[in-house]
């Protein structure tokens, strides 16, 4: 993981000295030290990924990408498995790797965590056990009824984070 980093404090006004009138408040350093981007790497998290690396960016912030493996997601009709679980983790990892390298591209401490269980618990133990600021998802958009009859991962991260979560809706396209 990354050493810790210092945070720059203002120096607060002597008590005996008087309240400024109607200035703006001074700028503070931003307290989002450290994102947490869930994504299962795949187009549909497009807009995730590039708002959590523009923020990232912006604060100076490292991040971590959390993808997670839904072992349940791999099954197909009669029990067989459409993928096994070390060749998604493989491919996982290299796209995460590349990931990692924009980062140090764009000079953002990037690191990765590929899990297995279930996407929306995983998401959130990682969210406490790494202790970040705030959690970046991505929303396929399928709306309210997508959400009664698929789950919504993205409402399970928001219901139960320890942190503020964004959720990033899909953009209308992207350059390739």
């Known amino acids: 993981m990354t050493a810790p980093q210092s945070v ?24 989002l030290r450290k994102l947490l981007l869930a994504t299962d790497l795949s187009e549909a998290s497009f ?20 993808s997670v493996i839904d072992p349940g997601s791999l099954l197909l009709p009669g029990g067989r498995f459409r993928a096994r679980i070390d060749q998604v983790r493989e491919r996982r990892e290299q796209l995460a790797q590349e990931l990692v390298e924009r980062g140090k591209r764009d000079g953002i401490t990037v690191s990765f965590l590929v899990w297995t269980g279930d996407p929306g618990d995983m998401i959130v133990s990682a969210a406490e056990a790494e202790r970040v600021d705030i959690v970046l998802v991505g929303s396929h958009g399928r709306g309210a009824v997508g959400r009664l009859l698929l789950g919504s991962v993205s409402e399970h991260v928001v219901r139960n984070a320890p942190c503020p979560v964004l959720v990033c809706r899909p953009r209308e396209a992207h350059p390739a």
Request: glycine fraction near 2%; hydrophobic fraction near 40%; charge should be negative.
């Open 8 to 31: 720059r404090r203002t120096a607060e006004q002597p008590p005996s000295a008087p309240a400024p009138a109607a200035s703006p408040a001074p700028t503070q350093p931003s307290t």
């Open 47 to 66: 807009s995730a990924t590039e708002e959590a690396f523009d923020l990232a960016g912006r604060l100076d912030a490292s991040l971590l990408i959390v």
